[in-house]
């Protein structure tokens, strides 16, 4: 079982940055993909970024070029810095793994869930 811990969210005005953590264990072998996603009250969930064991990264087209994703195998980390942050960007993060690498080879070990970490914006 993978338990995910997300942490550095909090409340900024629009244009402000604020940077997530989250941190992954239950395998230490693993380096694992790692996504986030959000939701805002009365939406549903939306991915926000995604980045893999060989660091290719993946952004929403709402967030690109003002979201950095970034991870840090040694600790089974993986971060999100957001930039020039909007109103709009007002939601709950979650942190999720689904995969791992190890030892060369890919494993599914199915999705697993933060607990959230609660993003607001004020205008």
């Known amino acids: 079982q993978v338990h995910l811990v997300e942490s550095g969210g909090g409340s900024v005005q629009a244009g402000g940055s604020l940077r997530l953590s989250c941190a992954a264990s239950g395998y230490s072998q693993c380096t694992y993909d790692m996504s986030w996603y959000r939701q805002a009250p009365g939406k549903e969930r939306e991915f926000v970024s995604t980045?893999?064991?060989?660091?290719?990264?993946t952004y929403a087209d709402s967030v690109k070029g003002r979201f950095t994703i970034s991870q840090d195998n040694a600790k089974n980390a993986v971060y999100l810095q957001m930039n020039s942050l909007k109103p709009e960007d007002t939601a709950m993060y979650y942190c999720?793994?689904?995969?791992?690498?190890?030892?060369?080879?890919?494993?599914?070990?199915?999705?697993?869930w933060g607990q959230g970490t609660q993003v607001t914006v004020s205008s």
């Open positions: 999720k793994s689904g995969g791992c690498t190890s030892g060369g080879s890919w494993f599914y070990l199915g999705d697993y």
């Open positions: 980045i893999d064991s060989d660091g290719r990264t």
